[in-house]
């Protein structure tokens, strides 16, 4: 709010903290950090290819060479005809990001502030599009996020770090900033104010009248506006889906269920539990006596009884592996191969005479192979699946390696084909409204128009993760004006709305300028001989500040025009012109809207966050001694600026 209320009045103020730019123009993963700032120092005495550097490190023509044009890539895919001139405004921000950059790894240099690569590690595992199917990272899936986004190693890591030292050592610096009530009431006033005014509406269509082109000034407003005219880049484009559909025929085998079930005993077999009563001691004559009374009836606690302490006795349900550890490989034997009821013994072991009895016998769990077959066979079809598809990008990629072009590299995999009609960047046909390529093939229509036609196809994974598509180009249209011929009607509609808006304009400046020397509105508007209706305007400052986007621009004059002034504004859709006059300003009384005022202290708080990370960048520049080359920077600007691309 205090934000958009600072834009309307034409206030200074610092960045706010933001997403990192930077990484935005390197790649297009999103990574959420605050935004660099600073302007750096002038300097002299560095090479032609460096354009700026601090401590050792240097920002190169040709590093930021790279990054404008992967910012013009972007932009092309919502304007296919964008040239540097269109990004002119982004060069020196994002020279500006480099040079925070190099200037946040020399001040860890210096300082000793290393990044470990288990931590940049970890935030490579959170990057979307970077784990393989099974939800893992490996090599494999690594390298290809690389090569889906042209990036390097290197520069992913670059950029994490990057990410990392803003984190560690610009979010400390811009916390817990705090702005006093006193400093707040002014701005909470300024947004209390309300303005009353009036505005004669002037629309363009009053003075369409009459107005025909000659062929002569048609053809001259055509060439003048080739632009206006342009139809996007087309490109008929050649899809090949590795995906579920090419291994639906995959399936487990009788043998290889049966395989796997007897594999897995443990899992799958009966499970047999005896509970065991035994007593143990190292008298033969008294164990044989306790196994005696236990075969006439008693059980072997009672049985045992007349031992007292020199019997132990136990009652345990155990596997035979314990028991044996415990009793004796020799009365295990014997224990696990009676039957329920029947009592062994004695059987002498290294800690005494055993006398054992099989209290009861149970049996638990297990299934048979064909109640487990359903389960392993779709464990064992999604296992085979996974593999055939793998084994089906390994061959297109073989192929592709091998020099085989799209059609030979889906041939090699009896891949279907998909062939587009000629479309655009965003998918659409320009001759079929209906037609638009499916949005899960939006990764792989990215990189089709990135790629040039002659390039090898390349690999693409899908964003669900779940299937690649082998995508190459069959034809390509350059972006060109549309012939005159076919889009007549249309360039005479922009001619004369062109001609009438000039009038619109003049008749505008010709009522401004009376009613600038106290004429009234009204009579300034009647002097014109047309009908133009006058409005009555009025608001605060706080409902456009929570929405400068949406307010219109006759609310935005009349929040910079003083008392009785008077301004031609242009309407914000093109459909003419507006007189504005302010008629009377009412100042605001923050006393009485106590919340307002919290508010916006608390947006000044976050400018100010951003101001004291402003300032601290700034002076880890000086203190670094940071230069910056402003001929070869200049020359570079030049250089882009012309560039035919």
């Keep these: 709010m205090l934000t958009s209320f600072r834009r309307l009045s034409k206030s200074v103020v610092g960045r706010l903290i933001a997403a990192l730019f930077l990484i935005a123009i390197l790649a297009s993963f999103a990574i959420s950090d605050i935004s660099n700032f600073g302007s750096g120092s002038l300097g002299f005495g560095l090479g032609d290819s460096t354009l700026a550097e601090v401590g050792k490190y240097r920002v190169t023509d040709r ?93 992913v890591r670059t ?29 909470a006033a300024m947004l209390l104010e309300q303005r009353q005014g009036e505005a004669a509406v002037i629309p363009y269509t009053l003075f369409t009248e009459g107005l025909k082109p000659s062929d002569a000034q048609l053809r001259g407003f055509y060439q003048a506006n080739l632009r206006r005219y342009m139809i996007p880049a087309q490109r008929v484009m050649r899809f090949a889906r590795i995906g579920a559909e090419q291994v639906a025929d995959v399936t487990a085998t009788d043998k290889e269920i049966a395989d796997y079930y007897n594999a897995h005993p443990v899992a799958y077999q009966a499970r047999e539990i005896r509970t065991i009563s035994q007593a143990v001691t190292t008298d033969r004559k008294l164990a044989e006596g306790i196994a005696q009374r236990a075969r006439g009836g008693a059980t072997i606690a009672a049985a045992a009884k007349p031992g007292g ?31 329920s009821g029947e009592v062994i013994g004695p059987i002498q072991s290294e800690f005494g005479w055993v006398v054992a009895k099989v209290d009861s016998i149970k049996t638990q769990g297990g299934q048979t192979l064909a109640a487990a077959r359903p389960k392993i066979a779709e464990q064992i079809t999604t296992q085979k699946r996974k593999q055939a598809i793998d084994d089906l990008v390994d061959r297109v990629q073989t192929e592709i390696d091998n020099g085989g072009n799209f059609n030979e590299a889906a041939a090699a995999a009896k891949l279907a084909v998909i062939t587009t009609p000629l479309v655009m960047a965003n998918g659409k046909s320009r001759t079929d409204s209906k037609y638009a390529v499916p949005a899960e093939l939006a990764p792989a229509l990215k990189v089709g128009f990135e790629i040039a036609p002659n390039d090898p ?189």
């Design 63 to 155: 590093e930021m060479s790279d990054v404008m044009q992967r910012r013009l890539s972007q932009v092309r895919l919502q304007n296919p005809n964008a040239t540097y001139a269109d990004i002119a405004a982004d060069f020196e921000e994002i020279l500006d990001e480099l040079i925070d950059q190099k200037t946040l790894f020399a001040f860890a240099d210096k300082y000793g502030f290393r990044l470990s690569k288990r931590l940049i590690d970890a935030d490579i595992a959170t990057l979307p599009g970077v784990t393989s199917f099974n939800g893992k990272v490996t090599e494999q899936s690594y390298a290809q996020f690389l090569a889906n986004q042209r990036l390097t190693d290197q520069q």
């Design 159 to 187: 950029v994490l770090s990057t990410g990392l030292y803003q984190r560690l050592l610009l979010l400390p610096a811009a916390a817990n900033a705090r702005v006093p009530a006193g400093v707040a009431n002014p701005y």
């Design 309 to 339: 302490s020199n019997v132990a006795v136990t009652t345990s349900a155990p596997e035979r592996q314990a028991y044996a550890s415990s009793s004796g490989e020799k009365a295990a034997a014997a224990v696990f191969a009676a039957k």
């Design 457 to 645: 196809p390349e690999l693409v994974a899908l964003a669900d993760g779940e299937a690649q598509v082998l995508v190459s180009p069959a034809e390509v249209v350059p972006a060109a004006p549309a012939p005159l011929a076919s889009i007549r009607d249309r360039v005479t509609a922009d001619w004369v709305r062109e001609q009438a808006m000039q009038q619109a304009r003049a008749a505008a400046i010709a009522i401004e300028g009376k009613a600038a020397r106290n004429m009234p509105l009204a009579d300034a508007v009647r002097q014109s001989g047309k009908p133009i209706p006058i409005r009555p305007y009025s608001g605060r400052r706080l409902d456009i500040a929570e929405s400068p986007d949406r307010a219109p621009p006759v609310f935005r004059a009349l929040f910079t025009l003083a008392q009785g002034k008077v301004a031609v504004v242009p309407d914000a859709q093109g459909r003419g012109f507006y007189v504005v006059r302010v008629t009377k300003i009412v100042p605001g009384n923050p006393a009485s809207n106590q919340p307002l005022i919290a508010r916006v202290r608390g947006d000044m708080q976050k400018d100010l966050s951003g101001d004291y990370a402003a300032q601290f960048m700034t002076a880890l520049r000086e203190h670094l001694k940071g230069r910056r080359n402003e001929k070869a920077i200049a020359a570079l600007r030049q250089r882009l600026l012309t560039s035919s691309n």
